[in-house]
């Protein structure tokens, strides 16, 4: 395998490893800063709309009262009993024994003129404020409660006028309340430290200061961006006309239709919530890192065992194949003693023949007759003969019991199977069958590597050999041709057979049916081993008593990159440890 394959598997299993825990993680902060986000939200609404609500309370019961002891001043006194002499100012000091607010308190006639005053002011009595506004409002309504204004006395006040039925006339009461008392409650608001509360009126007038910026009784620019509710408090986020977002609150006044407004800045009233998100991130940056650096250690040692393990087993693969071709070697050795065992027979008789016209000739008292010599000659050539065959013999089991180099090269499959056959030729003589070679025309070489696939076609020739014994029409048939890229080679004989249940198992170490030390089982293990270095690989298919058919395909283009280079796996294993 290359490193490309290794590479690729430790990415996969690090893909693999990475996927799961970043999801997870991803899952678990991504519900925690949403739901942190959720929570954190309504607690600051919730808190903002819990002051703007109070507070609405208080300024609200403050007006109650303040139109209450008005009310109750206009009540129990008539008229002409508050403008004589000396009456007015007692009920102002009436007034301020329950709230140090009153600043004064004026009684107005049907049309508007000023009837009695009690206050700082004394020269007001008898002015006309028919026209004034708070005079046309009071008409309908009984009840007036002006918005602030600085007046002479420049500090913030407002007004509150009560209207009297007596009889068939109306007549007015009129107080000037000083209006610090909410300027000090609304002002004392503090939320966190951009947090603020102000009133502003119904034409968006700051009724009282802003510490953000705003002066009293000055146009709010950011009126047009509240929402209000007549009943309940609200509360939204806008962005002020400095683009700086804000959370606010708002209630309505019942008396006047002032707006009650609580703000913070969003920046510090979600602080938290930014603050929760960096630990988020950071949490998955380092718990990512950890989770990477600990996916990629273990990746790696996977895939480095993987790589080993592989290199194991090819080793192991070759050491197979030497063994099987040993195991090969001690059969061969063992056809080969007894095929040269025929020829040093005819040798032997031939020199007995050769020693017996000697003696005869020697007997007769001279020289051998042209006949003797004739014989003798013939002799000699038989064992001249013999000894070639011998010498065949013992070149054909050298040949293959020499341990070759990997090499490839181009290699004419028909010649090269005819070869492997006349090593087996004799052996299979012997046994009477008959081997047919057959092959398609024009099959163009193939790349690979001469010594293994001897070794290959060797084995299954044997195989089949074994597997025809003692039967009738023996007969192994070899076909070499082509298909989709590979070249085929075809061994078919009409041997045994193998039953099912044997045809998965016959191609691993040590499976075999021969008796004990007749067979290995590395035959095919490494006819497997060997074909699949290559590129290629083998198919069998076989029906008992009927006969079996391996097919070897071999890539025409050659082997793998790798096996092509030949290095040997031994060094290459040294140099990844
Ligand atoms: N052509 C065949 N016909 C029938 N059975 C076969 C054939 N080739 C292989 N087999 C079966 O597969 C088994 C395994 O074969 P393999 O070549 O691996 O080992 P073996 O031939 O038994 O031993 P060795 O190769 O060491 O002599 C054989 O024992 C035999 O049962
Ligand atoms: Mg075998």
Redesign the pocket.
Known sequence: MGTEVYRRTRRMILSRALTAPFIVMLLVCGTLVYHFAASLRHQVTAKLVRIVDGHRRIIEQFLDERIQDLQFVAASSSYEELTREGEIDTALKRLQATSQAFLDLGVFDENGIHAAYAGPYTDLVGKNYAEARWFQEVQDKAVYVSDVFLGFRNIPHFVIVVRRQEGTRSWYLRATIDSLFFNDLVGSVRVGRTGEAYLVNRDGIFETPRRSGGALMEPDPDYPTYLADDREPLSFSAPDRSGERYVYATGRLRQTGWLLVVRQEADEAYGPLTRAVWIAVGLIVVGGGVVVFTAFVLASGLANRLRIADLEKQEMGTQLIMA?RL??VG?MSAGVAHEINNPLQVMKSEYTLIQEILKDAERAGGAPTPEDLRQIRESVEEINQQIDRCKEITQGLLKFARKTEPTIQPIDLPSFVHEVVSMVEHGALLENIRIVEKSQHGLEPVESDPAQLQQVFL??L???I???KGRENAEIRITVGKEDGYATVA?A?N????PPE?LE??????????PVG??????????YGIVEKLGGRIA?S?ELNV??V?TVYLPLAGPPEEVRHGAKISERRGDTR
Do not use: H, M, R, W
């Open positions: 099987g195991a090969e059969e084995n299954l044997n195989n089949a074994y597997a025809l061994v004989d041997g045994c057979g193998i044997n198992k016959i191609f691993l170490p040590f499976f075999t049916t021969k007749q067979g290995t089982g590395l035959g095919l293990s490494t006819c069998v076989s006969g079996s391996f």
